[in-house]
């Protein structure tokens, strides 16, 4: 059986939407199961945040050692940490994109977006050619369109029951929402690994925060332990997203976006099953990291 059939049996067994884009970055064998269906991105929009952050830092508009005080005006939601501490707080550069990456700090994202500008994120998509690529909203305005309201200062445990907007723009997989497809969010990563966006320095920056993510359960989630891997997780009621380069050997890595739907209103009035069935699209999720590994390990 091939990779292909076999990730097909995965999705198959998961009862979920899944689409996958995976390259050898090596070889640049690719196996694609709906790659270019649009999805919500979810937080994996990051990635593009992080590319136009270092494509300004090679411009000179910031640098990474600059810092930036922390106001209630810029904070979220979790996930992340920085909603819980003080005012005044001024982290650098560094410090924000690191945070907005390897625990997907949602305030931390916030703060780089506001200082990129409006739109700058998606024009340097798109001028890369990856014109599925749409990042119109702020994680601010997520959570204002998904919750009565996105104020970080509300009581947080009263969230768990709040209504969510399931018609609301951040579900959308038109223009107006943070989207993409597989294929366009591993053509990126594509190119950061080879070097190819804003500079060689940059790319090798860039995939040094990655490699430090610390939400690990779905593309790594069953690699064998010590397995580097390069990747953004992304998350929203029924989404569930993951990105990033597999170091399958020294000589060996695998660029893979799997991003999937799945009908998390059926389990909402059963507390087991709200539970165990989120943890099964993540099984699924890393069982297509780990044969992707098998398959493609020190190839």
């Not at 494509?55 to 640098?63: H, P, S, T, V």
Request: glycine share 8%.
């Amino acid at each position: 059986m091939t990779p292909k059939n076999e990730i097909h049996g995965i999705i198959e067994d998961s009862g979920a939407e899944i689409a996958v884009s995976a390259r050898h970055l090596e070889s640049d064998q690719r196996i694609e199961i709906d790659a270019g269906r649009v999805f919500p991105m979810c937080s994996v929009l990051k990635i593009p945040v992080l590319v136009e952050a270092f494509r300004q830092i090679e411009e000179g508009r910031f640098a990474l050692d600059d810092r930036w005080e922390l106001t209630t005006a810029e904070k979220n939601l979790p996930s992340g940490i920085l909603v819980f501490f003080e005012d005044g707080l001024a982290p650098t550069v560094r410090d924000l994109l690191t945070l907005m990456i390897i625990i997907s700090d949602n305030t931390a994202t916030d703060m780089v977006m506001h200082r990129l500008g409006e739109g700058r994120v998606t024009r340097t998509m798109h001028s890369l050619g990856l014109t599925d690529i749409h990042v119109p909203m702020t994680i601010r305005e997520i959570f204002d369109d998904l919750l009565p309201s996105g104020d970080p200062t509300q009581d947080m445990l009263a969230l768990a029951t709040a209504p969510r907007n399931r018609d609301g723009r951040c579900f959308s997989l038109g223009a107006d929402n943070d989207v993409g497809t597989p294929a366009a969010l591993t053509d990126l990563l594509v190119r950061i690994w080879r070097g190819e966006i804003v500079s060689r320095a940059a790319c090798d920056s860039m995939l040094e925060i990655l490699l430090k993510q610390q939400l690990n359960d779905r593309l790594p989630r069953y690699l064998p332990p010590g397995t580097r891997c390069a990747h953004k997780t992304g998350t929203l009621p029924g989404i569930r997203n993951d990105s990033g380069i597999i170091y399958a050997g020294d000589n060996s890595h695998v660029a893979v976006t799997v991003f999937s739907r799945w009908n998390d209103e059926s389990v909402n009035d059963d507390p087991v099953a709200s539970k165990e069935r989120p943890v099964a699209i993540d099984s699924a999720v890393g069982h297509i990291g780990r044969l992707l590994y098998d398959a493609f390990q020190d190839s």
